[in-house]
């Protein structure tokens, strides 16, 4: 069942259920109404017989049964003083009809034997009855008129016509409130419909979306800022959230493949080198001493390479996954002195320059950092001719570390600076075959996960100078 099906039944019932209270209070109010004009009507004729004037009543003659000798009717004296009218009946105490008024012909008002027991009681009793095919409502009570015996008065009054009138009311509340729930139904459904058309649409746009996975559609809605129009607006922002981490995705789809791609062509050069030299030394006859220690030296180098590599792209793949990384104060100088004194063991023949302040401290992870100047060091190393000076410098720079690397190569080509912290990317001039492209994408990634920043100036033929901006902690 649908929901716009669910409402036009609720209101339709709750519609219905309103016309039909206030259907039966009407009728209920106006019947209450019509009866207790009667009743007081009536009270009013009974309370004056016998009051003052003379009755019209004749004696009582009933009707004689067919075939029966008639009977000459007695003379019958009414107390004085009753009240004129018609439909008017008295009787005895025991019951016996005295005497009524000239338009009930003979014919006589009942009083059941539990009215007959009340009204002796002294109370009212009220009854209604058929009499000459005439719907009544009798009264019936006490009376004791002055210098007379106590007895019985009825007095009635024809209700054919208000009966007539109540019940052509109660089938003009029916029609008249069945038509307006029908009526109600019908427009209920309609105007569901339209306020649940934006829905639609917005059910209608999913749809599209999910089949066509075209994240830039969004659902058009020009009404009013209701509760719809709020629906719309949420779920445009969730499209543009979905549409932002879809073409996120697959940006990280696209670099993940040329990540496996660079990295499967990087491992794939060391592996055939050492395979190809393994097939050397199984090579019958046997190769001489002096080249098997060539074959076994550049075995070694490749091997060397590949664990290198396999280092860095675990580093970059614990990167990726958004590990933690810790924030203390280090000093900077013990560190960069220590960085110093491992790459004289890489190149012992390039002379290194460090200069930093005695009381400088850094806020970062020194596992981190170390490897972040290490990457930087042998990047200037590997591009920097043999007996070139490098230079490690560290300097404060208002809430900031700044750690720089100047080297004296080649430099890099305006067009290759965008593209240098990518990984597995060397530019033209850089490809010599010594390194995997990974070192400054390492130092770029954990630079990040502390909370710095890494740039780059270069010229062609004037070197680069690389700076890593962090921020600066107070000395333990």
């Given at each position: 069942m649908t929901i716009r099906l669910r409402l036009t039944l609720l209101y339709t019932a709750i519609l219905a259920v309103a016309v039909i209270a206030f259907s039966a209070s009407l009728y209920t109010t106006q019947a209450r109404a019509t009866y207790a004009d009667i009743k007081a009507t009536l009270a009013r004729q009974a309370a004056f017989f016998p009051g003052g004037g003379r009755s019209e009543l004749r004696p009582f003659e009933p009707r004689p049964e067919p075939g029966a000798a008639s009977v000459a009717p007695s003379r019958f004296s009414l107390p004085s003083g009753t009240l004129p009218g018609r439909w008017t009946q008295t009787r005895s105490l025991t019951g016996e009809v005295t005497g009524q008024t000239l338009d009930l012909s003979g014919a006589v008002l009942p009083l059941s034997e539990t009215g007959l027991a009340a009204v002796r009681g002294g109370a009212v009793w009220l009854e209604t009855a058929t009499v000459q095919d005439e719907s009544l409502l009798i009264h019936s009570q006490r009376f004791t008129g002055p210098g007379y015996a106590s007895g019985i008065v009825q007095v009635a009054f024809p209700i054919g016509q208000p009966q007539q009138y109540l019940a052509t009311l109660r089938l003009m509340l029916a029609v008249g409130g069945g038509l307006a729930v029908v009526v109600a139904c019908a427009l209920g459904w309609a105007l569901a419909g339209a306020a649940l058309h934006p829905i639609q649409r917005i059910t209608q746009t999913a749809q599209t979306i999910g089949a066509e996975r075209n994240f830039g559609r969004r659902v058009e809605h020009q009404g009013p800022a209701d509760e719809v129009g709020q629906l719309a607006l949420t779920f445009n922002d969730m499209l543009a959230e979905l549409e932002s981490g879809y073409r996120q995705l697959e940006a990280a789809l696209r670099s993940q493949r040329r990540f496996v791609a660079d990295a499967s062509h990087e491992l794939r050069t060391p592996l055939?080198?050492?395979?190809?030299?393994?097939?050397?030394?199984?090579?019958?006859?046997?190769?001489?001493?002096?080249?098997?220690?060539?074959?076994?030296?550049?075995?070694r180098d490749e091997v060397d390479r590949l664990i290198r590599l396999v280092n860095q792209l675990l580093v970059l793949a614990r990167a990726d996954a958004g590990q933690p990384l810790r924030r203390d104060a280090i000093p900077v100088r013990?560190?960069?002195?220590?960085?110093?004194?491992?790459?004289?063991?890489?190149?012992?023949?390039?002379?290194?320059?460090?200069?930093?302040?005695?009381?400088?401290?850094?806020?970062?992870?020194?596992?981190?950092?170390?490897?972040?100047?290490?990457?930087?060091?042998?990047?200037?190393?590997?591009?920097?001719?043999?007996?070139?000076?490098?230079?490690?410098?560290?300097?404060?720079?208002?809430?900031?570390?700044?750690?720089?690397?100047?080297?004296?190569?080649?430099?890099?080509?305006?067009?290759?600076?965008?593209?240098?912290?990518?990984?597995?990317?060397?530019?033209?001039?850089?490809?010599?075959?010594?390194?995997?492209?990974?070192?400054?994408?390492?130092?770029?990634?954990?630079?990040?996960?502390?909370?710095?920043?890494?740039?780059?100036?270069?010229?062609?033929?004037?070197?680069?100078?690389?700076?890593?901006?962090?921020?600066?902690?107070?000395?333990?």
């Open positions: 055939t080198t050492v395979r190809g030299n393994i097939a050397l030394l199984q090579r019958n006859p046997p190769v001489q001493a002096d080249e098997r220690v060539e074959i076994l030296t550049d075995t013990p560190l960069i002195e220590d960085v110093r004194r491992q790459a004289s063991l890489l190149a012992p023949r390039t002379e290194m320059r460090c200069e930093s302040p005695a009381n400088l401290v850094v806020q970062a992870d020194r596992d981190a950092l170390k490897q972040i100047l290490l990457a930087l060091v042998d990047n200037a190393l590997v591009h920097t001719p043999a007996g070139t000076p490098i230079a490690l410098m560290a300097a404060a720079a208002g809430e900031n570390v700044l750690l720089s690397v100047h080297d004296n190569g080649p430099g890099i080509a305006a067009e290759a600076l965008p593209h240098i912290f990518e990984r597995f990317y060397r530019g033209q001039a850089w490809r010599t075959g010594l390194g995997a492209g990974l070192g400054l994408s390492i130092a770029k990634e954990l630079i990040e996960a502390l909370g710095g920043t890494i740039a780059v100036e270069s010229q062609p033929g004037q070197g680069s100078v690389f700076t890593a901006t962090l921020p600066a902690a107070m000395p333990p």
